[in-house]
């Protein structure tokens, strides 16, 4: 496969670092990653080494404030900004590839912005894949945490929270320990970034229910950070819509142990076949 990396300044003046990978057959048609809240574009290569091979081109971002690309790494102001951002990709992709269909996949934060983003703007797209997604969440300390980024963001809006997210994103310990040790995760975000996210996720059932593309959503039965899939599920408008919930599985799927991720994405690749 062949891989290009290169930035995108946005309409604000960002630079946004983005990934493509190209397959040596001819392509069928293109992925673009929505990832999720901390990490970044590189966290996906295992659905990059399964399916560009089969004839997908891949275009993955690093959001602002995360990874490779700028912005003040933890912090937002506002969470309209990544879909802003993700639409300045899609334009930037059609340049390249006018007539292949092209999907939106996002994970966890990245579905909250695909969702919202498909939306407002669905004309370019054959279909949205979910994963690690729902519209509750899981953790009790949560509730607290809820409350007192509120407060906080409006004293403190550049000051700092921990990164919450760790153990509870795979059963593979060596995921963890990678992500732990990534350079490129964020440690921390700031109360701002934590309230514009916590909004953007009360909204989400409204966006929701105006999505009547093709959806696929696939979440880990065990997920500890997202729940509620099979009541995005419901609300989701498309006729053409399929939801997998994998048995034990954590929330980042397409990085679970390999027995488990081998049949999750080859769920991905039939879907995409079928929506060619």
Known sequence: MK???GMIKTEDGIN?????WHPEVTPKGIIQIVHGFAEHGSRYMNVV????PKGFIIFADDHRAHGRSGGEKGHINSFGDFISDEKELTEHIRT????????????????????TYLSQFPEEFSGLILSGTGIVTRKGKQVFMILLIKVLSRIFPKRRTKNPISEDISRDPQVV????????VLKDLSFKFGKEMLQA????HKETVKINLPVLIQVGEKDPIAGGAKNLYSIINSEDKTLKIYDGLFHEVYNELEEDRVQVLSDLESWLMSHL
Do not use: R, T
């Not at 946004?16 to 493509?20: D, E, G, I, K, V």
């Not at 590839?97 to 579905?111: I, Q, T, V």
């Not at 320990?177 to 490129?184: A, C, F, M, R």
């Open 3 to 5: 891989h290009h990396e």
């Open 96 to 115: 390249q590839e006018k007539d292949l269909p092209l999907f939106l996949l996002g994970h966890s934060m990245g579905s909250l912005i695909s969702v």
């Open 16 to 20: 946004l670092f983005y990934q493509s």
């Open 177 to 184: 320990e990678n992500y732990k040790n990534d350079p490129l």
């Open 49 to 52: 080494n399964a399916l560009v």
């Open 201 to 204: 996720f009360k909204q989400m």
